[in-house]
C-alpha cells in the first residue's frame, strides 16, 4: 500500500482572494452577512450497527464511564450526550438495512419498488424528506440564517450506486440527494471560482507575453484585432484584481492533494481530507447543515489500515463469540469513533467566527448508524452521541430511553434550531412530541 | 470632379438592384472619351458617384451586353437620344473593365484574407478533436461501424426445459434474489418494448425478474442541446458519452409503485460526432415490463430514437465545449471569426478552463499512467508536449517548449497543476485562437496540414494528416489531394456541409415554420421534423453518391417521403423511413420545391412569391439583389378579397420603382405560384386558377418564358452564374474569406472546372480545398 501522509494533501495555500464574482458574477460566495448567533447541525453515519457492550456505557447521568468504542470522545465528556434507547420504529417494505439506512433520517415508511433485500418485500425510496433537509429548507427560508448552500453532503467511501442502502438524505420523497465523496468535487463546488481564478492568474502573464510575441510580427491591419485582444486580456486582469480586493474568505481554502485516488485503502486520509472541507465550508458559513455519510449500510469496506482484511458488512454478520471478528467489529467501530472526534476536535480548535468561544460551542454534531446490532439487525437501540453546544441541550450524560422512536429526537434537534415541528414522519411515531434533552 | 448641375433622381436603381456576372473585356477602350464627356458629371470620372447626383457606384454584374441596353435606353437621364446605340455599347465595354464589373472590382481593390479567430464551431471541434488524439478508437482512427441499432444483451433465469426441473438459483446468504443463469444476445433497431407480464424471450427467462443493457452509440447530426427520455416502470439507468458508473446521465434504478415512470436530461452535443450509449434496464417482480428510449434533437420532435441514429459500435468518450459563445459574426452572410469580445473572451476562458478541469480529472487514462507509476512524471511532461503540438499543429521549437510547457512544471507545486495551467495557457493562446497567424510567413507543411483540417473539418489535423506534414508530403497539389480525399469521407466533412446547407438554404429561417392551425390542422411539429429530415436526407443522398451533381439538387423529380408526410403530400407510402417519390416532373423540382423551403417561404395562410422569388434570385439563380429602399409589409386586408395572390403582389410592386427589382422576383416566385402555403401542389388560388407563366430577363440579356419549377432550375442548372452562386456559398462556408482574396480569377477558375467536372459537389470541395492549402 502506498503510503499516504496527509500533511502531504493538506496544504494551506493562502489564497486570499474570496467571494468575488469573476466569471459568471455569483453576488456572493458566502451568502449573507454574519447573524449575532449560529447553530449548526452535522450528522455523521456509519454502517453495519455497534458493539453494544462495548458501546453503552453502564452508568446514566453525569456519572459515567467510557467503554472502549467510545474512547476517543473522552476529552469531551462534558459536551457529550450518549442517547441509548432510541428505535427505528418504522415498518413496511424493504429489509432492516434499507429502512435503517433511508428511514434513519426520513422516519417514514419506504414506497413501493424494486429493489430485493435480504428479506421483506422489495422497496423504492423513502417517502420523506429527512430532518437535515427539513432543517437546511426553514434556515435557508429565513433571511438571517440563509447561507450559499444551506446544507452540504459530503461522504467518504461511498460506493457509486444509488440505492435504498446508499442513501440518507432526501430532498423529498423520492427525491434522494447523493453525498460527494470526491474532496476536488467538493473543492469544485464549494470553491470552483476561486480555484479557477487562481489558475487563471498563474497563466495570464505568460498569455500577454505570447501575445505580444506573435502580434509583433502581424502587418497593422491585422494587429489591431490582436490589440483589441490584449485589451481583454487586460481588462480580465483588473476584473481579477478588483475581485481580490473585495472580499476575503476568512478561513482559506485547504488544498487537496489533486492526486489522490478515491480507493478503499485511502480512506483514511480521505476521511480527514473530507472532515477538514466540512469544517473548512462550516467556519466560511457556507452551510448550517452537513452530512457526512461513511460508505454505505451493508457497506463492505476493508480496513486494511486497521490489520481487517473482510469487508464490514460479512464481519458484522459474525456471531458475538467468534472472538477474532468482534476484536475487529470493535476496531472498526473505534475507528469511526476517532473520526467523529477528530471532527469534535477541529471544530474546538477554531474560534468561533461570529461571536465567542470555539464552533463546537455552536454545533450540534450528532452520530449514528442504520443498525442498533449488526448479526441481529434490530433497529432499536440505535447509536445515537451528541457532541457539541448551543442547541440548549443538557449536555455532558448518558441518558436511557425505552425504545422511543427516533422521530421525536429529531424533532427535539428541529426545535432547539427554533423550528417547531408538530410532528415529523409518520405521524403515529411522534406520539409524547419531542424527547426533552434540556433538563 | 464633380460639376454641379440640378437633375432628378437617376430611376433605375428603385427597389431592388440587380447586378449580375460575366467575363472581362479588353483594357483600353474608346469608350473612355464618351464617357467622361457624357456621364462623369453624374458618376464621376471612376464611377464612384457624385454626391447629390448619382451617389451610388457603378459596380455591378450585368453584362457588357445588359449594361450597353440598360445605357442605351436610359442614359444620359435627361437626354437618352444623345447617346447612339454604338455609343453605349463602347461606354458598356469602357465602363465594365474600368471599374464596373466584379474582375475589375478585384483588381482595383484586392480583397486580402482578414485574420481570423476561430469560429465557434471550429473551436469546439478542435477542442474535442485535440482530446481525441489520447483516446482515438472509432471516430477517430477509423470511421465508425455502420451496423445500425444497440446491442441488446438479456440476462435472466432460465425456464425449466419440458419434462425438467426449475433450477433455485437464489443464494443463500444475503440479498433474496435468483441470479441470472442464462444470457440472450442480438441487435436491436430503436429501443421500445412493452413486454407486459412476459420476459423479452418468454419461451426462454423467467418472467419474474431480468435485467437488460443496451449497447452502441448514438448519431447527432446536429449540433445543439439533445433532450433524452426514458419510459420504463422497473428500473433503468442512461449514460450518454460518458460511461463511468457513477456517472449516469439518468438514474431511474429505484422504482416507485407500478406506473410508468418518464425520466428525462438534457446534454450539449456537438454535430457530426457518434457518442457512447448505455442503457440498462431491470425488473424485479413488478407486474410488468417495459422499456423505450426517446430523444428529442434540436430542430426535432421527441421521438423514440430512431434505427438510423444508433451504432451498435462503441466509441470512447468525447471531450464536449458546452460553454456558451457569442454567435459569430454573420453580416458577411457566413459565420466567421472576425470580431472578438469581452463575452467571447469570456467563453473562451470558461472553455479552457472546463477542458483543463475535464485534462485533469482523465489524467491518468490521457497520458497513459497510473497514480503511482515511477514514469509518471515523465508520461505527463510527455502528454503535456504532445497536446501542445496537436493545438498548435506542429513541434514546438526550444523556446516554444520553455514557454508552453518546463517553465510550467519548473513553477507549479504538482504536476497536475503544470498540466492545468498548459491546457488553460495553450486554448487561450493565439496561436490557437488565430489559425491563420502565419498566412503572411513562409509556410510549410503543417501550416498546409492546419488549413486543410480546417476548410474541410473545422478542426485540427487528425493523426494521420499530422504525420503526412511531419513526413513533408504535404508539397504537390496531389500529395494535398490525396490526403483531402481522404478526410472528404469522414463524418465531419458532412457536418461542415450539414452547416454549409443550413446557410445556403436558409434552414434557420425553416426552424421557426408555423401555419395558421385552422386552415392546416395536420402541417404539426411532428411533421415539420420529417420534412426537414426529408431534405437533409435527400441533400446527403445527392451529395454523398458518386456523381455527387448539384444538378440533381434542382432537377430531381422526386421527394423523399415517410408515411406522415406521404399522407399529408397526397402520395401515401408506408413505414417510418424515408423512401423515394417520383412526381410529375412538372410538379416537383428539387430543392427548389421541397415543401420544407416552400413553406418556410410563405405566409401563415398563404403563399409568398415575393419571399420565394428573393430566395431564388439570390440563392439559386444567383443575382445579388439590395435592400429594398423602402419596407413595405404586406397587409392581406389592404386587398381585395377577389384577388389571388399573383394579383394582390403585381398591384402592390406595380409602380416604376419596384419594378426594376420585381420584374426579376416576381416571375420566379410567381411560377411557384402553384404551391400553397404548406407546399402542396395546387391549380386554384382563391377559386381562380393558377397562373405561374411569366418571363425571366437573364444576367446575359436573355428572356426565359417560366412557366413552373422546372423551367428555372433547368435555367440554373446549366448557367455560370447560377454556379458561381453555388460555389461563391460553398466557398464562404470552408475557408471563411472571399474567394478573390486568393486571386482575381479563383472563381472563375472554380466554375469553369465545377462545369468541367459534371457539376460535382465532391470535386468542388477538393478543387476548395486545395486553393485554401496549397503552399505559396
Not at chain 2, 448641375?5 to 433605375?12: C, L, M, Q, R
Not at chain 2, 442605351?72 to 447617346?83: C, V
Not at chain 2, 504538482?414 to 485562437?433: D, G, H, N, Y
Not at chain 2, 474541410?456 to 511531419?470: H, N, R
Amino acid at each position: 500500500m502506498k503510503h499516504l501522509d496527509r500533511r502531504q494533501f493538506l496544504r494551506d495555500l493562502g489564497i486570499s482572494a474570496g467571494a468575488l464574482p469573476f466569471l459568471t458574477g455569483l453576488p456572493s460566495l458566502t451568502g449573507a452577512p454574519a447573524p449575532q448567533k449560529r447553530q449548526r447541525l452535522v450528522i455523521m453515519f456509519s454502517p453495519n450497527g455497534t458493539l453494544p457492550n462495548e458501546f453503552w456505557p453502564d452508568q446514566e447521568g453525569a456519572e459515567f464511564s467510557f467503554k472502549s468504542i467510545l474512547k476517543p470522545l473522552e476529552p469531551f465528556k462534558k459536551q457529550m450526550l450518549i442517547l441509548h434507547g432510541i428505535a427505528n420504529k418504522v415498518t413496511g417494505d424493504g429489509d432492516s438495512h434499507m429502512r435503517g439506512m433511508s428511514c434513519l433520517l426520513t422516519c417514514d415508511e419506504l414506497l413501493k419498488g424494486n429493489i430485493m433485500g435480504g428479506g421483506g418485500n422489495p422497496a423504492g425510496w423513502a417517502s420523506n424528506i429527512s430532518i437535515d433537509q427539513e432543517i437546511k429548507n426553514f434556515l435557508q427560508s429565513r433571511k438571517e440564517t440563509k447561507t450559499r448552500f444551506g446544507s452540504l453532503e459530503f461522504g467518504v467511501a461511498v460506493p457509486e450506486r444509488a440505492d435504498p442502502w446508499t442513501r440518507m438524505s432526501y430532498a423529498g420523497g423520492n427525491q434522494p440527494i447523493a453525498p460527494i465523496d470526491d474532496p476536488h468535487q467538493i473543492l469544485k463546488k464549494v470553491y470552483g471560482k476561486m480555484k479557477d481564478k487562481e489558475s487563471l492568474v498563474s497563466i495570464l502573464d505568460d498569455v500577454r507575453e505570447d501575445l505580444k510575441r506573435v502580434s509583433s510580427k502581424l502587418s497593422a491591419r491585422d494587429k489591431a484585432l490582436l490589440d483589441q485582444h490584449m485589451t481583454l486580456v487586460r481588462g480580465l486582469e483588473q476584473d481579477l484584481a478588483e475581485a481580490d480586493k473585495q472580499g476575503k474568505l476568512l478561513h482559506p481554502v485547504p488544498a487537496v492533494d489533486p492526486s489522490i485516488e478515491l480507493v478503499n485503502d485511502n480512506t483514511p486520509q480521505i476521511s480527514r481530507i473530507q472532515i477538514d472541507l466540512l469544517v473548512n465550508s462550516l467556519s466560511n458559513d457556507m452551510a448550517r447543515v452537513a452530512t457526512l455519510q461513511y460508505m454505505r449500510s451493508v457497506g463492505m469496506a476493508q480496513m486494511r489500515w486497521l490489520g481487517v482484511e473482510e469487508g464490514h458488512h460479512s464481519l458484522s454478520h459474525d456471531p458475538d463469540d467468534k472472538k477474532d471478528s468482534y476484536e475487529k467489529l470493535m476496531k472498526i467501530n473505534t475507528w469511526f469513533a476517532g473520526e467523529f472526534a477528530y471532527m469534535a476536535k477541529r471544530l474546538a480548535e477554531t474560534p468561533e467566527p461570529a461571536g465567542e468561544g470555539s464552533m463546537l460551542d455552536n454545533t450540534l454534531l450528532v452520530w449514528t448508524n442504520e443498525l442498533g446490532k449488526g448479526n441481529t439487525h434490530t433497529l432499536d437501540n440505535i447509536p445515537y452521541v451528541m457532541v457539541g453546544g448551543g442547541f440548549g441541550f443538557k449536555m455532558g450524560r448518558s441518558l436511557k430511553f425505552d425504545k422511543a422512536a427516533h422521530n421525536r429526537l429529531w424533532m427535539s434537534v428541529a426545535h432547539a434550531m427554533g423550528h417547531d415541528l408538530k410532528t415529523f414522519g409518520k405521524k403515529e411515531l411522534c406520539e409524547g412530541g419531542a424527547l426533552n434533552l434540556a433538563a | 470632379m464633380a460639376a454641379k448641375s440640378p437633375k432628378t433622381p437617376f430611376p433605375w436603381p428603385a427597389l431592388w438592384m440587380l447586378m449580375t456576372c460575366a467575363f472581362a473585356a479588353p483594357a483600353q477602350h474608346p469608350g473612355a472619351a464618351i464617357y467622361q464627356k457624357l456621364c462623369a458629371e453624374c458618376h464621376g470620372d471612376r464611377g464612384q458617384g457624385v454626391e447629390d447626383e448619382y451617389d451610388e457606384a457603378l459596380v455591378g454584374e450585368k453584362t457588357i451586353e445588359a449594361l450597353a441596353r440598360q445605357i442605351d435606353r436610359t442614359m444620359p437621364e435627361d437626354a437618352p437620344q444623345k447617346s447612339t446605340p454604338k455609343d453605349s455599347k463602347l461606354i458598356a465595354e469602357y465602363i465594365y473593365d474600368a471599374f464596373y464589373s466584379p474582375m475589375a472590382q478585384a483588381r482595383l481593390n484586392p480583397a486580402k484574407k482578414e485574420l481570423a479567430r476561430l469560429t465557434i464551431d471550429q473551436f469546439r471541434n478542435s477542442v474535442m478533436d485535440v482530446i481525441g488524439r489520447f483516446r482515438m478508437g472509432p471516430g477517430f482512427d477509423r470511421p465508425v461501424n455502420a451496423e445500425q441499432g444497440l446491442k441488446a444483451t438479456y440476462r435472466g433465469v432460465e425456464l425449466p426445459k419440458p419434462g425438467e426441473k426449475a433450477v433455485d438459483t437464489t443464494p443463500k446468504k444475503g440479498i433474496k434474489a435468483k441470479r441470472p443463469n442464462k444470457t440472450i444476445e442480438k441487435v436491436e433497431p430503436v429501443i421500445s418494448f412493452h413486454w407486459g407480464p412476459d420476459s423479452p424471450d418468454k419461451a426462454v427467462l423467467e418472467a419474474e425478474q431480468f435485467q437488460n443493457r443496451f449497447e452502441g452509440s448514438v448519431v447527432a447530426n446536429e449540433t445543439g442541446v439533445y433532450e433524452f427520455a426514458v419510459k420504463s416502470e422497473n428500473g433503468f439507468r442512461l449514460w450518454i458519452n460518458d460511461t463511468n458508473e457513477g456517472d449516469a446521465l439518468i438514474d431511474g434504478w429505484v422504482s416507485a409503485g407500478p406506473q410508468v415512470r418518464e425520466e428525462k436530461k438534457s446534454l450539449y452535443l456537438v454535430g457530426g460526432r457518434a457518442y457512447r450509449l448505455q442503457l440498462e434496464h431491470f425488473k424485479f417482480k413488478e407486474k410488468s415490463a417495459s422499456i423505450e428510449l426517446w430523444w428529442k434533437t434540436p430542430h426535432g420532435v421527441k421521438e423514440l430514437i430512431p434505427a438510423h441514429a444508433l451504432r451498435t459500435e462503441r466509441t470512447r468518450e468525447l471531450m464536449i465545449v458546452s460553454t456558451e459563445f457569442p454567435a459569430d459574426d454573420s453580416s458577411g452572410g457566413y459565420p466567421r471569426g472576425t470580431t472578438i469580445s469581452k463575452a467571447w473572451d469570456q467563453a473562451v476562458t470558461d472553455a479552457a478552463i472546463a477542458t483543463a478541469e475535464h485534462v485533469v480529472e482523465n489524467l491518468d487514462e490521457l497520458a497513459q499512467t497510473k497514480a503511482a507509476a515511477p514514469d509518471r512524471g515523465e508520461k505527463l511532461r510527455k502528454f503535456a508536449n504532445t497536446f501542445v503540438e496537436a493545438v498548435f499543429c506542429r513541434p514546438l521549437s526550444e523556446d516554444m517548449k520553455q514557454l508552453f510547457i518546463e517553465s510550467h512544471f519548473k513553477a507549479a507545486k504538482t504536476p497536475e497543476t503544470a498540466v492545468k495551467r498548459i491546457v488553460m495557457l495553450t486554448l487561450k493562446s493565439p496561436q490557437f485562437l488565430y489559425p491563420n497567424l502565419r498566412e503572411d510567413e513562409a509556410t510549410d507543411d503543417f501550416d498546409a496540414a492546419s488549413r486543410l483540417a480546417l476548410t474541410l473539418w473545422d478542426s485540427i489535423p487528425d493523426k494521420k494528416l499530422a504525420q503526412t506534414a511531419a513526413a513533408g508530403k504535404l508539397k504537390t497539389r496531389e500529395q494535398i489531394q490525396a490526403e483531402a480525399r481522404r478526410m472528404l469521407a469522414d463524418s465531419r466533412t458532412k457536418a461542415k456541409l450539414h452547416g454549409f446547407f443550413h446557410q445556403w438554404l436558409d434552414l434557420e429561417r425553416a426552424e421557426g415554420t408555423n401555419k395558421d392551425p385552422k386552415i392546416f390542422p395536420d402541417f404539426t411539429p411532428e411533421l415539420l421534423a420529417d420534412l426537414r429530415e426529408s431534405l437533409l436526407q435527400f441533400i446527403d443522398e445527392v451529395v454523398w453518391s458518386e456523381k455527387s451533381d448539384y444538378r440533381e439538387l434542382l432537377q430531381a423529380d422526386y421527394l423523399l417521403l415517410n408515411e406522415r408526410l406521404g399522407k399529408f403530400y397526397g402520395h401515401p407510402v408506408t413505414g417510418e423511413e424515408f423512401q423515394r417519390v417520383g412526381f410529375d416532373p412538372k410538379q416537383r423540382a428539387g430543392v427548389v420545391t421541397h415543401p420544407y423551403l416552400l413553406a418556410s417561404l410563405a405566409y401563415t395562410k398563404q403563399s409568398s412569391p415575393v419571399h420565394r422569388g428573393v430566395f431564388l434570385t439570390r440563392n439559386i439563380v444567383g443575382m445579388s439583389l439590395k435592400p429594398p429602399m423602402k419596407a413595405v409589409v404586406f397587409e392581406d386586408s389592404h386587398f381585395n378579397p377577389q384577388l389571388t395572390m399573383r394579383e394582390k403582389i403585381t398591384e402592390m410592386t406595380r409602380s416604376g420603382g419596384c419594378m426594376a427589382c420585381h420584374s426579376m422576383i416576381n416571375p420566379l416566385g410567381f411560377s411557384l405560384e402553384n404551391f400553397d402555403a404548406v407546399g402542396r401542389w395546387r391549380t386554384k388560388d382563391n377559386n381562380k386558377p393558377v397562373n405561374p407563366v411569366g418571363e425571366l430577363t437573364t444576367a446575359e440579356g436573355k428572356t426565359v418564358r417560366l412557366t413552373g419549377p422546372r423551367d428555372i432550375v433547368n435555367y440554373v442548372a446549366n448557367n455560370p452564374s447560377g454556379h458561381r452562386a453555388f460555389i461563391r456559398h460553398l466557398f464562404h462556408h470552408l475557408i471563411k474569406q472571399e474567394p478573390s482574396a486568393y486571386g482575381i480569377a479563383t472563381l472563375e477558375n472554380l466554375q469553369r472546372d465545377f462545369a468541367a467536372n459534371n457539376c460535382n459537389i465532391q470535386k468542388l470541395i477538393l478543387d476548395i480545398a486545395i486553393v485554401a492549402t496549397e503552399l505559396k
